[in-house]
């Protein structure tokens, strides 16, 4: 059987002739430059490939209590791969030794400023994880195949700073993923076809 890196890097490069898929709803003009970041996309190597997400804690000042991938702001001198490996080992203890990167996909833009790289990597599965306290809850996985499947991938709206937000919503048991941890999934579910 060919191996899920392998299989990984093979169906991202069948996709990069597709064009880019913008980010949310956010209108750019006359704001401030978007900060660069990066998040970990971390993909599990078993028969049926999960990928690790962390639910934020509540006392965080921005998106406190939300899921998210690992990840943030790169620091000066870094590029995406090492900004989302060094915030991945932060964050849940995850060793940048043990991330095979497979690439990075289209950076996507959020309301709040930032360009966000999300960085695809595969890890060995069980890795003994470790929250930080002050910036996440918990970590869990959600099967590959359930992010990337669009009928899980329900539209939703709400209002924000007296306008409609339009974004998409993914219930996995007791979690809901939305923002843009969700929309960097739709852009990757239409980058990727899985199973490749």
Same mark, same amino acid.
């Given at each position: 059987?060919?191996?899920?890196?392998?299989?990984?890097?093979?169906?991202?490069?069948?996709a990069?002739?597709?064009?880019?898929i913008a980010?949310?709803?956010?209108?750019?003009?006359?704001?401030?430059?978007?900060s #660069? *970041? !990066?998040?970990?996309? +971390?993909i599990?190597d078993? $028969?049926e /490939?999960?990928v690790?997400? %962390?639910?934020?804690?509540?006392?965080?000042?921005?998106?406190?209590?939300q899921?998210?991938?690992?990840g943030?702001?790169?620091?000066?001198?870094?590029?995406?791969v #090492? *900004? !989302?490996?060094?915030? +991945?080992?932060?964050?849940? $203890?995850l /060793?940048?030794?043990?991330? %095979?990167?497979?690439?990075?996909?289209?950076?996507?833009?959020?309301?709040?400023?930032?360009?966000?790289?999300?960085?695809?990597?595969?890890?060995p599965?069980d890795?003994?994880l470790?929250?930080?306290? +002050?910036?996440?809850?918990?970590?869990?996985?959600?099967?590959?195949?359930?992010?990337?499947?669009?009928?899980?991938?329900?539209?939703?709206?709400?209002?924000?700073?007296?306008?409609?937000?339009?974004?998409?919503?993914?219930?996995?048991?007791d979690?809901?993923?939305?923002? +843009?941890?969700?929309?960097?999934?739709?852009?990757?579910?239409?980058?990727?076809?899985?199973?490749?």
């Amino acid at each position: 059987m060919v191996p899920l890196a392998d299989r990984l890097a093979a169906a991202l490069t069948r996709a990069a002739g597709s064009p880019p898929i913008a980010g949310d709803d956010q209108d750019p003009s006359g704001m401030d430059p978007l900060s #660069a *970041a !990066a998040v970990l996309v +971390a993909i599990t190597d078993r $028969a049926e /490939p999960g990928v690790l997400l %962390t639910q934020r804690t509540e006392t965080l000042r921005h998106h406190p209590g939300q899921v998210a991938f690992p990840g943030g702001r790169l620091d000066p001198g870094e590029d995406a791969v #090492a *900004a !989302a490996l060094r915030e +991945a080992e932060e964050e849940i $203890a995850l /060793p940048r030794a043990a991330v %095979t990167v497979i690439g990075t996909v289209d950076p996507y833009r959020t309301g709040t400023g930032f360009s966000v790289t999300p960085v695809i990597g595969v890890i060995p599965p069980d890795l003994p994880l470790v929250t930080s306290e +002050a910036e996440v809850a918990s970590v869990f996985e959600v099967p590959l195949a359930f992010l990337l499947d669009a009928a899980n991938h329900r539209p939703a709206a709400a209002m924000f700073e007296g306008r409609e937000r339009r974004y998409v919503e993914m219930l996995w048991n007791d979690r809901r993923i939305w923002g +843009a941890t969700a929309g960097m999934i739709v852009n990757l579910s239409r980058r990727l076809r899985w199973p490749a």
